[in-house]
Nanobody
């Protein structure tokens, strides 16, 4: 599966962005999906994951209540709505896919996109 992210940009603190990740292929609905991010000089960190059906979702504590992951299997797309953005959310955001939801929440995945930059100014 190929993943292409979009929707990143520059936003002021307190603002919102919606990231999208379009997946190729006809089997999108079998994949669990997730978002990771990597800030300059830091390791890539888990942000959120959603199961193949969308029934299960998990957000890391630092974004819980501010970010929401969702998916539209008819459009082969996963989203990350980010509200109340903070300067510390600045990072390159990567969309990932794996056939196993638990692998993504454990930081493992088979497929990833090229990333989209999110910059939050103070």
């Amino acid at each position: 599966v190929q993943l292409v992210e979009s929707g990143g940009g520059l936003v002021q603190a307190g603002g919102s962005l919606r990231l999208s990740c379009a997946a190729s292929g006809r089997t999108f609905s079998i994949y669990a999906m997730g978002w990771f991010r990597q800030a300059p000089g830091k390791e890539r960190e888990f942000v959120a994951a959603i199961s193949s059906s969308g029934a299960s979702r998990y957000h890391t504590s630092s974004v819980k209540g501010r970010f929401t992951i969702s998916r539209d299997n008819a459009k082969n797309t996963v989203y990350l709505v980010m509200n109340s953005l903070r300067p510390e959310d600045t990072a390159v955001y990567y969309c990932v896919a794996d056939t196993t939801y638990a692998r993504i929440t454990s930081g493992l995945y088979d497929y990833w996109g090229q990333g989209t930059q999110v910059t939050v100014s103070s």
